[in-house]
């Protein structure tokens, strides 16, 4: 056997599994199948990746190599998840995100559908580490539908990322983005809207108007 799923998981039709797969593991204080863990057809779960028990997963989700995802998350349909990305537990992620490789999403984050999330992005959740009450207002950052976070972005706890925004690569998130706003930059402000943007290569007119004419 070159993967081993846990009893009490549900995995949908035209499933292709790699080498090495976890699927349905008990987490800390739960025994084997006690969660239930759904995953729907058309799965593509590459070598390495680990998914928890209590996990349910939408059609046509697509995981990297080494991908690991923790117990207790909603995944909604066409979901893509890189490779040696991190999902940790109570996550929301709607239809057609797509997380690119060595991403972290930390418990009680919310990505809503369409959203993109670029390579070694890191979402954060907790206000003050170590603070004796942190447990208590932990939180992930709201990325709203259509949003875009560049490459090596950091997003502070509780902060919300507006419909259709843009961050640039490298920016360091700490208040909330406006709906269609490009923001970049330690910290990130907001440096013109999303219909500003141009092709410098003048392959289209506009690199997001299929989103933004929705």
Same mark, same amino acid.
């Given at each position: ?7 009490? =998981?549900?995995?949908? #039709? ?21 969660? $239930?863990?759904?995953?729907? /057809?058309? @799965? ?6 680990? &998914? ?16 690991? =995802? ?28 797509? &997380? ?13 559908? *369409?959203?993109?999330?670029?390579? %070694? ?7 003050? !580490?170590?603070? $004796? %009450?942190? %447990?208590?207002?932990? #939180? ?7 949003? #875009? ?8 706890? /509780?902060?919300? &990322? *507006?419909?259709?925004?843009?961050? *640039? ?9 406006? $709906?269609?706003? =490009?923001?970049? *930059?330690? $910290?990130?402000?907001? =440096? %013109? ?6 092709? !410098?290569?003048?392959?289209? @007119? ?9």
């Amino acid at each position: 056997m070159t993967h081993r799923v846990y009893p009490n =998981v549900a995995i949908g #039709k035209g499933a292709q599994i790699g080498e090495f797969v976890l699927i349905g593991v008990p987490p800390a204080g739960a025994a084997e199948g006690e969660l $239930p863990t759904i995953i729907g /057809d058309g @799965a593509i779960i590459r070598s390495h990746t680990v &998914i928890y028990a209590g996990n349910t997963i939408g059609n046509r989700f697509a995981t990297g190599h080494g991908t690991l =995802v923790r117990e207790s998350n909603q995944i909604g349909d066409n979901v893509s998840i890189g490779s040696n990305s991190v999902i940790e537990h109570h996550v929301t992620i709607g239809n057609g995100v797509r &997380i690119h490789s060595q991403a972290f999403v930390p418990e009680y984050s919310t990505l809503e559908d *369409g959203c993109w999330i670029g390579p %070694k992005v890191a979402l954060t959740n907790v206000l003050h !580490p170590l603070c $004796p %009450k942190a %447990k208590q207002c932990t #939180k992930g950052p709201t990325i709203r539908r259509n949003a #875009k976070i560049g490459a090596n972005s950091t997003v502070l706890p /509780d902060t919300v &990322i *507006g419909e259709d925004a843009l961050v *640039g690569a490298g920016s360091v998130v700490v208040e909330d983005v406006p $709906p269609r706003a =490009v923001v970049v *930059g330690n $910290p990130a402000r907001v =440096v %013109k809207g999303i219909d500003a943007l141009t092709c !410098p290569y003048e392959l289209i @007119a506009r690199p997001y108007e299929m989103v933004e004419d929705r």
